[in-house]
């Protein structure tokens, strides 16, 4: 139990609480722009994106703004949102479960199926938060390592079997590879799913998926979680809002107990402004494409490999974890905020974020005379 | 366990979760709008504020979306706000943790200090949402009655002693009554309160409690969780952002599970804005001030009597509970959204909330007719 010499006495948490240790699941940029006593020039580490909300939802901000948006609580049914969505992906609205964002839906999903004790399968070095959240629960981590630098759909079910699990977790495209699977390798995955297992698979990054198809929507699978975002291709990871598209069930499931009036009222009317705006959508995926390939040719200029990306970040190969560990805090000493991979082996990989022209810019001409540097050591 | 004819097989969910009902804390106004099929003319049952959002915070909000503001994940330390707060009631930042509103602490709160089958001390019709986290997380709420339309101070601690509770919950000023209990009375409470039981204080409208002094505020007491937000006075429950102030340990157990980039960045900017700007939370108080007179008249005028309000709303006696849900509904259906207290003998309350001016004149328009009617029927 946490104590202290201040305490009266002990504070008595519960037993899941009292045993988990004071650990958050990343260090946000404004950490380290206080210890460095700087603001960063190059904002590339958290996946956001550089390429702003529709202009739409800029307008529906605005409009909000000023008619009480920020003072009456946002419909508890989100109902317009999830009406749009329900047309959008052509399933009823039972399916549609609105959250104020991915984690905040990660969360709510291990919540409702894990009882404590119970086994969670997530890939040696995927998203920390899933971790963070299995902790927080009294779930058991089980982890396989990832294959190639892909999330090892085969490994994934065998351990669901070895360990009774009732959760596994896959992101496709994957964080922090961006690398993704076939759609059939997915089917494959819940056709050996046993049936008291869930898959939550974490759809974040999808818009940015252009070179294989995704797994087509089916919620009558009582066994698939898909966790969708605004944060990313829509650019609105400061407004707090996702969704899920699952079994009708489960939405029930997340109703009992989800927090109903927790959802931001500017982000439900940005969202619903943004669903309907595809030409915004086409443009922020066109300047993901274009920083990715500006990535890869720095990559090749510097002679090092790059993983393919699915995502708006490309993982670069440094070689080994020591160097890239160096360079992340060289290139933050130089105003570039950068994350990477945690867990070996993919540690030895920077996950460089698809930024602004000015970032970019900014970015190669920290980069490039460093790693001369680290070469010519 | 949930099922349905669509499953393959019933939806596994935890115990605590299957056993929960499909019930939600309260109804939105957009459900009514819905059914109605036409939009409320007085919103003003949900104790939301009428008199907008500081002209700083509004200023902070628009440069902020200009400013990737909606694209960037807020500072998950939340320091800025955090120590600015830390200004403001004098206690180290250390002893402020913000998150998104006090719903979502409240229920982190229990999720921290309640096992399943502990016993939650709670006043019978007191904040819905308290039992909504309560049952999720499977604790067992134990209620005891106000007394004199007052939270009972002396009942709750009673009650904690006779169940062995770790948790009991007090708002003060209370809603949905809107009387507040002396800091006195709170203070004897935690004098008698045992080592192993905490005291969630939710003073979410203590900056409209003008006749009485409040708890003062000491953050050494490992038995106190404060909350405070800033969806009443500050005007912005749709930005969902509040905090608490308590022990240190207990700040350090949030941080064990709370979501750590769950909060809207412009509602972080608004309300570290919010803070600053005395000026504006004066103004709100003098506006809610005066609506809560113009509630009592109007109360007077149809010879009803009222309980004198410490909030941003007036229960006004209506006699009996059937005759309050009767013109609950009738007001809804010209155009009021007004809600009432759940349980008896509270429940021949309306809660009328102070409104904008149109919003007066609507409800006057419509209250008093309907009061005639029915005193002649």
Redesign the interface.
Known sequence: M???K??????????I?NA?????????P??LE?EYQRPFVA?IG?N???F??SPK??DA??NA?NN??????????N?ELRSLLSQKHKIPLENVCVD??I??LL?LTI?????PGTSLITSRGAYP?VNYHAN?YGAIIRSVPYKNNHEDTVALTQATHAHKA?LIYLANPDNPMGTCVHPDAIQQLLNELP??CVLMLDEAYIEFMDTMPSLPVDI????LVRFRTFSKAY??????IGYVMA????V??F???R?????????QI?AAASVQDTHFLAHAKEHVKQGRQRIYDLADSLSLDYLPSATNFVAVNLGNHEIANNLIKSLANSGVFMRKPMVAPQDRYLRIGVGSDDEHRHLESVLIPLMRTASEA
């Open positions: 946490l104590s202290s201040n305490s009266i006495m002990p504070i008595q948490l519960t037993s609480v988990l240790p004071d650990a958050t699941p990343f260090i946000g404004e950490t206080r904002r958290a956001e994106s550089a702003g909300i939802a800029n901000i605005q703004v009480s948006g920020c003072s009456w609580y946002a419909d508890p049914e109902f104020a964002g984690d905040s969360g919540r409702m199926f894990a009882e938060t927080g009732k049936e008291d009558n699978d009582p066994r650019g609105m990871a400061g407004m707090r079994h009708k069930d489960i029930a499931g109703n009992r107990i927090n109903h009036f927790g959802v931001n009222r500017l982000a940005a």
